[in-house]
């Protein structure tokens, strides 16, 4: 199985090309931003449960993430792999993923990145909260989201380096230019 990992700051374009990524390779696309709003619209156990942590500002816990996590890779059938949008985030679930991967004989294929400078990523994400009427994404909240993502990251980013599994691309031009430079890498990785 091929199980992708894609890195990128809030609005680099991680959920619509992790989209257009399982569709072309046939990857089951595991977000947890997803998981989280589905379980919690549909008022399982489980979201009320992470509803309450997330209304209290706190994170999710590593080992409720993983236990959401792997309900929702079990409920996936004939797919090539796994593509996980979103997740991990620190290098506990990194080291987490690795081991819910291993119980069925399987690892991390590919850590990719979408590099978008800063500048871009406050622009883009000041348009989306005017085009989608957000009032919370003012640029103090979204420079501070961009803080939390590379304090959590960087550490990620060397332990997979040390791996042999990180490479990155360009995560500026259009959807499909983007899309094409993403195919090119992840081919590589298939051959």
Do not use: W
């Amino acid at each position: 199985m091929f199980n992708l990992i894609l890195f990128g700051p809030p609005g680099s374009g991680k959920g619509t090309q992790s989209v257009k990524i399982a569709e072309k390779f046939n990857l089951a696309h595991i977000s947890t931003g997803d998981i989280f709003r589905s379980e919690i619209k549909n008022e399982t156990k489980l979201g009320v449960k992470v509803k309450s942590i997330i209304e209290q500002g706190e994170l999710v816990p590593d080992e409720l993430l993983v236990e959401i996590l792997e309900n929702a890779m079990q409920k996936y059938t004939g797919k090539a792999g796994f593509i996980f949008d979103g997740f991990p985030r620190t290098i506990q679930q990194a080291k987490d993923l690795g081991v819910m991967l291993n119980k069925t004989g399987e690892e991390v294929s590919l850590v990719l990145a979408l590099a978008v400078n800063q500048e871009e990523i406050i622009q883009r994400l000041l348009l989306r909260a005017q085009e989608q009427g957000r009032k919370d994404d003012t640029e103090e909240v979204i420079r501070n989201r961009m803080d939390v993502y590379h304090k959590q990251t960087s550490p990620l980013i060397k332990f997979y380096e040390d791996k042999k599994k990180y490479t990155s691309v360009a995560g500026i031009g259009s959807i499909d230019e983007i899309f094409d430079n993403i195919c090119k890498v992840v081919g590589k990785h298939l051959d």
